[in-house]
């Protein structure tokens, strides 16, 4: 499961942007790690740079520095290598009837494939594969003569996810979708305002968090304040609840929860649903799996009273796993990311902890290699309900077939293929106490979703 895009916005009294978005996109990085665009805009026009790649990789700070003017939009983006294309990366520019125009989009469309049908049967020429740029087509057929009036001639026709910044002619906005579905937050810098898509990036540019952008609404970001208008009506709403699972940084706020709190309580809950259950045995360590698997571990550790041990050390000088140089390091690219420590687990009954399991294929390596340490049993703990469906509303996931829990007909058969002693998830139900009984999106667990 990949997080699909993250979204910043700046806009200064005086001072060039362009410093700013970098830095937001860098506390982005992992919304997206394909590629990264900034656009920005001064009495000159429009200046863009994009590139594929890591932020450092693909916006060098020298070229930054040449993109004049004090308001900007950036986008760190994430892609399937099928459309893994330098035009696909945002932000996406184009010129309407009403001006010319930057957007970045966090998010994904369901109605894609009709939309563009649609569209091309009408005449559009759509270049890229981005579902943005149908957006952009269907705000340039709308008619109309305002961003606004576009904008929601082009929400009506839409089904997804979106969380928009848009830089036009020297305005600049940000949007939500009226589901709220993507996170997208506002935040007071010393000399002007800005919005991304999680408040980690408001941290890095010393912004003070005011709060979300409400879901259907626009805000206009000037230099001394918001101006914020209730566009599309809002509803029902359905923020991703796998944003707080595993996908924003635990350091951020995410729809209004402190995302490593919230985490915690999900491996509280976990401890809990052991507890009523009744466990066979006593683990004696909690282990998590780094680094995610780390907030839920504290959690089961405080409410079990089982210690928690940092028996698995993640290496910070391995990279993604495409880019090592063949099949074999990628098979084993697992064992040179992640060490057990022998000392901790041999003997032991270790309690493995981890976010989520989605094909099962690392969680049956990690189970295998902390058995060959020498653990006397392996138990796992999910802190999320098992992933049956696709999501198609901004984050990447495997196919309905490729899901471990569709290949097997039960969690038992789950907990056999995986080589565990003992298999639980957090149940539906455990997981919306653990946030709070918010209204969410749990698409990706119920098959329910949305829209
Ligand atoms: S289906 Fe899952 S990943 Fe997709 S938006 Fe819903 S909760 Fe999030």
Redesign the pocket.
Known sequence: ?REECGVVAVCRKEQPAAGLVHRGLFALQHRGQEGAGIATWDADGMHFLKGRGLVAESLPTYKVERLTGNMGIGHVRYSTVPSDRTENIQPFVATLPFGHMAIGHNGNLKNQAALQRDLESRGSLISTSMDTELMVHLMARSGADSLETALHFMASRVQG?YSLVILLEGRLFALRDPCG??PLVLGQTGDGFVAASETCALDALDAKYIGEVTPGELVEITPNGFRRTLLLEPGPL??????L?Y?ARPNSVVFGQAVQSARVRMGQQLAIGDAEEGLSARPDIVVPVPDSGVPAAIGYSRESGIPLEMAILRSHYVGRTFILPDQDSRTHSIRLKLSVVREMVEGKRVLLVDDSIVRGNTSRKIVQMVREAGAREVWLRVASPA?G???????D?PSYGELIINRHTSVAEVERSLCADNLRYLSVDALKQATSNAS??????TGD??V
């Not at 359905?238 to 944003?243: G, K, L, Q, R, W």
């Not at 969410?440 to 667990?445: A, D, I």
């Open positions: 499961m996810a579905i993507r359905a923020p991703c609840v796998f944003e699972v996908f992933l469906w696709p999501c198609y509303l901004g984050i996931t969410f999106c749990f698409g990706c667990m979703y949305p």
